[in-house]
């Protein structure tokens, strides 16, 4: 499913890199646990997280995940949408929660990585 | 005799949460500039990475050597900090030191060590209570994984 259609489904705010939501994502990752991320990166993958602090852009970055979803209202600072934006990693936010965010996208054909 | 073609030193401040991860980020830069296979960056990144976590939470600061060779990565990261009195036990998946502060950052879950050993084709740790931790992680480019 492509990243834009994730957008619409989870009624999302796209906080950087609106210009990258073209990409097709098939696998995503989800944990507040960065090491659980960076143990089994699944690169391409979305990656889903309540964590806001600049290591949630960093571990996208390392792992090459193209597009961070913060989910339950939870917004970064302006410092990790400016690290995404050097990164090219799209960052998008979501009120709705970790378990429903992984329904909807895994209801959709989004598999998991982990 | 492998030959070295790059060697670079970073150093890493101890509680600097915020830079945290430039130096794995200027580590994976670099090797995307010499064309490096995708998997191998990756594996380095993830290996700087958590080793740049570590000293950031436990460390009070640490010199970072990386060498690229014809043959190989290596990330040689030596912290002056308080060092490891159980290797063993440090390297058990799960087993974790870290304070709530720490877990609530994403990291202390007792997974650094085995996620950076996981990903090296050779590893080796030596700590000194009181004096600071030595880790080394070899990648090999030729990555058959």
Redesign the interface.
């Given at each position: 499913m492509k990243l834009k259609d994730i957008v619409i489904l989870l009624e999302a705010e796209v906080l950087s890199g609106a210009e990258l939501l073209d990409i097709d994502i098939g696998t995503a990752v989800a944990s507040?646990?960065?090491?659980?991320i960076?143990?089994a990166?699944h690169?391409g993958a979305l990656m889903i997280?309540g964590?806001t602090?600049?290591?949630?852009v960093?571990?996208a970055?390392?792992?090459?995940l193209p597009a961070i979803l913060y989910v339950r209202g939870k917004r970064p600072n302006d410092?990790c949408l400016e690290l995404a934006a050097a990164?090219r990693i799209s960052v998008l936010a979501t009120r709705i929660g970790m378990f429903e965010t992984c329904g909807l996208l895994r209801e959709r054909g989004v598999r998991g990585g982990m | 005799m492998a030959e070295v073609l790059l060697q670079r030193t970073f150093e890493v401040r101890g509680r600097d949460f915020d830079k945290a991860g430039e130096t794995s980020s200027e580590i994976k830069t670099l090797l995307k500039e010499v064309g490096i296979d995708p998997a191998v960056i990756r594996r380095a990144g993830v290996v700087t990475f958590e080793a740049e976590m570590n000293v950031v939470m436990y460390a009070n600061s640490a010199t970072v050597v990386f060498t690229l060779s014809d043959e190989d990565i290596s990330i040689e990261v030596f912290d002056r900090g308080p060092g490891i009195a159980d290797i063993d036990l440090a390297m058990q998946e799960g087993y974790s030191t870290a304070t709530d502060e720490m877990r609530q950052m994403g990291f202390g879950f007792g997974m650094g060590l085995p996620n950076i050993k996981k990903n090296s084709d050779g590893f080796t740790i030596e700590s000194e209570v009181g004096k600071g931790t030595r880790v080394q992680s070899v990648i090999k480019l030729n990555d058959n994984r």
């Open positions: 507040d646990g960065m090491s659980e960076l143990a990166p690169p997280t964590l602090n600049i290591q949630s960093r571990t970055e390392m792992a090459d410092k990164k | -």
